[in-house]
């Protein structure tokens, strides 16, 4: 892989360009995210000079979502299969019962409970688990569903940065600071975060009320609806069953640390041979989550050709240190808050691992040099976070549109502005807690 001293600042101006371009082609929807996700860095790449090791990249990049993609595969099939038994019945219908109808409690209640969900620092289950429970919610209340993907989003963001998620325990890895004295230090921004998201799901739930009113629904209803097919491969006798299968599953991975595409894999058979001793049934189960499988897979591996002809290539390590370059010397005391600033577009754009092992080295270094402390440094690298929200190489976020049923774009021009509110919250309790 070319290292950042290598990528002229011609190449660096046809990457900034094809970010542009990428983002443009999927907000406007002239191209779908697949299709940009696949022809875009690859056309840029070639544009930087890179030849054919611009497609070396690109296989590169789809090597290392394969353990993504294993994850992912077998965890929809396992909650598909779940919810196809209706385990999740009973809790859909305590949910519409405790929310009696009202979008707003609604809104409000899935950022809670995302929030409470995220705080094992997995964000594919938090997805699997919140959405499953409240998507026949949405769907009975005619309540929007992008904002159930960015109500569950937006909290496990926020979350994300305790010490045992991905960001931070990446920046533990490069910078030695004490875990627990981080632990306190980021509690307000965490706070902070939450206390944002739900503070937006409010007001946008306001506006639900106003447009779908308070409507009152009974769950038994749902069960009506439900077509033949769907009815066949209902088992609410099992359902205490495929409940505590689903929690032993979920602690094997979070308490134990089994590998999640192996737990799944294993559950999703327990399951299957359980609930359904017919072939033709299993088959049916399998099915139902066929449609969401090939287009969440493809979608991650568009995500791993962009990702890895940004990284592989070296452009997106040139980007930031270019970035880095050019910030004047007069701002030095200020440089914790330019780390702040540099660092929410680096995440956006790069990996966790490349940003922390990679640029976020050269950063630090730097404001260490104007005095700032190692805590100090942390502190000012996580706030950014926030703008992952809608970045287009976090894999789970394409499949979080699949699952319900929505444009990768749509839900991009809908979070943009949510997560450039929480960042700015967020950088204001950096600086109470006296990163800058």
């Not at 660096?12 to 542009?20: D, L, Y």
């Not at 503070?199 to 447009?211: C, D, H, M, N, P």
């Not at 066949?232 to 991975?253: D, E």
């Not at 701002?331 to 914790?336: I, T, V």
Request: with cysteine; hydrophobic share 60%; aromatic share 10%.
């Amino acid at each position: 892989m070319e290292t950042a001293l290598e990528i002229s600042t011609y190449q660096i101006i046809v990457g900034v360009i094809m970010i542009i371009v990428f983002m443009a082609a999927i907000l406007s929807k002239k191209m779908s995210a697949l299709t940009a996700l696949v022809t875009i860095p690859i056309l840029g790449g070639l544009a930087a000079g890179f030849g054919t090791e611009t497609f070396v990249f690109a296989m590169k990049g789809i090597m290392e979502v394969d353990t993504t993609i294993a994850m992912l595969a077998f965890a929809i099939a396992y909650f598909g299969i779940m919810l196809g038994t209706g385990l999740f019945d009973p809790l859909t219908g305590f949910v519409l019962r405790l929310m009696r109808g009202d979008p707003l409690r609604v809104l409000v209640g899935t950022a809670i409970l995302s929030t409470l969900l995220s705080l094992d620092g997995d964000g594919t289950t938090t997805i699997m688990i919140a959405c499953a429970a409240l998507l026949p919610v949405y769907n009975k209340l005619g309540i929007s569903r992008i904002w159930l993907a960015i109500f569950v989003i937006m909290p496990n963001g926020a979350i994300n940065l305790l010490p045992w998620g991905g960001p931070t325990a990446r920046l533990l890895a490069v910078l030695p600071v004490d875990s627990n004295e981080l632990l306190v230090k980021l509690i307000p921004l965490i706070l902070s975060g939450v206390v944002c998201s739900v503070v937006i799901a409010f007001f946008v739930g306001l506006q639900e009320r106003k447009r779908l009113g308070i409507v009152d629904v009974a769950f038994e209803e749902h069960r009506r609806e439900l077509d033949v097919d769907e009815l066949a491969l209902r088992r609410p006798k099992l359902v205490w069953f495929n409940l505590v299968l689903t929690i032993v599953v979920l602690l094997a991975i979070i308490a134990v640390g089994i590998p999640g595409p192996l737990v799944f894999a294993f559950g999703a058979a327990i399951a299957l041979v359980v609930n359904y001793h017919d072939l033709k049934l299993e088959r049916k189960a399998v099915g139902s989550t066929a449609d969401a499988l090939v287009h969440v897979i493809l979608m991650i591996l568009g995500a791993g050709i962009l990702l890895g002809v940004l990284s592989e290539s070296g452009l997106a390590a040139a980007m930031a240190d270019r970035l880095i370059s050019v910030i004047p010397t007069s701002w030095g005391p200020a440089f914790n808050f330019v780390l702040a600033l540099v660092s929410a577009p680096a995440v956006w754009i790069m990996n966790n691992d490349a940003f922390y092992f990679g640029a976020f080295p050269v950063l630090a270094e730097t404001a260490s040099q104007y005095g700032f402390s190692q805590m100090q440094i942390a502190i000012a690298s996580l706030p950014g976070q926030a703008l992952r929200g809608f970045s287009p190489v976090i894999p789970s976020l394409y499949f979080l549109a699949a699952y319900v049923k929505i444009e990768f774009s749509d839900f991009q021009k809908k979070i943009i502005p949510f997560c450039f509110i929480c960042f700015a919250v967020q950088l204001g309790a950096a600086a109470l807690v006296g990163a800058f």
